[in-house]
């Protein structure tokens, strides 16, 4: 059974870097053919893709995010990380990590709430 667990501040004030990392248990990420991304859902709306690590360590980044985002990974540690910068209170959210084959998403991280105040 994979785990997928979020872990990161809940409260970032406004211009700064938001740091999460997702760890990962009952499997690697750098199993084929799986992909490992970040999903947000700012409150009152829907879930939106924010960028994903594949196993063999390329990364994708929606169009809207990429200037702002990267996503690395610790194989040591089966975790993989986002870093989103310069970040406002319009990313404020419930974020999580999920695995996917295909855009087909079968595990998820019960997900971590992240304030963007100051």
């Known amino acids: 059974q994979v785990q997928l667990q979020e872990s990161g501040p809940g409260l970032v004030k406004p211009s700064q870097m938001l740091s999460l990392t997702c760890t990962v248990s009952?499997?690697?990420?750098?199993?084929?053919?799986?992909?490992w991304s970040w999903i947000r859902q700012p409150p009152g709306k829907g879930l939106e893709w924010m960028g994903a690590?594949?196993?063999?360590?390329?990364?994708y980044y929606s169009p809207s995010l990429r200037s702002r985002t990267s996503i690395s990974r610790d194989t040591t540690k089966n975790q993989f990380s986002l870093q989103l910068s310069s970040v406002t209170p319009e990313d404020t959210g419930l974020y999580y990590c999920a695995r996917d084959v295909n855009w087909r998403f079968d595990y998820w991280g019960q997900g971590t709430q992240v304030t963007v105040s100051s």
């Open positions: 009952g499997g690697s990420i750098t199993t084929s053919p799986y992909t």
């Open positions: 690590i594949v196993y063999g360590g390329i990364t």
